[in-house]
């Protein structure tokens, strides 16, 4: 099994900047690619990034692009998600996910394709 605890949500004004963290525990977190979701209400969970075990690969939405950075640090078994220029319809609970599979090579952006979720994070723009 393994854990996800993220942290780092908030309140913030439009323009603003969030660092979200993502704890692991209970596996190894280093030989699994990792990614970034989010859902607001009323609509579905949707793939913001996604970061290859290695941490040479990664994927973003159209909507984040350019604003929002995944990495890693296997040393300390976290996932952060650095959000820049913050806009009001980033507003949403942002999950951690681990692959289903170690070393997958190919980037898995569907939710169904991770495994294990954490508990998920607020984070709110204002405008």
């Known amino acids: 099994q393994v854990q996800l605890v993220e942290s780092g949500g908030g309140l913030v004004q439009a323009g603003g900047s969030l660092r979200l963290s993502c704890a692991a525990s209970g596996r190894t977190f280093d030989t699994y690619n990792m990614g970034w979701f989010r859902q607001a209400p009323g609509k579905e969970r949707e793939s913001v990034a996604a970061?290859?075990?290695?941490?040479?690969?990664?994927y973003y939405a159209d909507s984040v692009k350019g604003r929002f950075t995944i990495s890693r640090d296997n040393a300390k078994n976290t996932l952060y998600l650095q959000m820049n220029s913050l806009k009001p319809e980033d507003t949403a609970v942002y999950y951690c996910?681990?692959?289903?599979?170690?070393?997958?090579?190919?980037?898995?952006?569907?939710?169904?394709?991770?495994?294990?979720w954490g508990q998920g994070t607020q984070v709110t723009v204002s405008s």
């Open positions: 970061i290859s075990w290695r941490g040479e690969k990664t």
């Open positions: 996910a681990a692959d289903r599979f170690d070393q997958r090579r190919i980037l898995v952006t569907h939710p169904d394709g991770y495994e294990h």
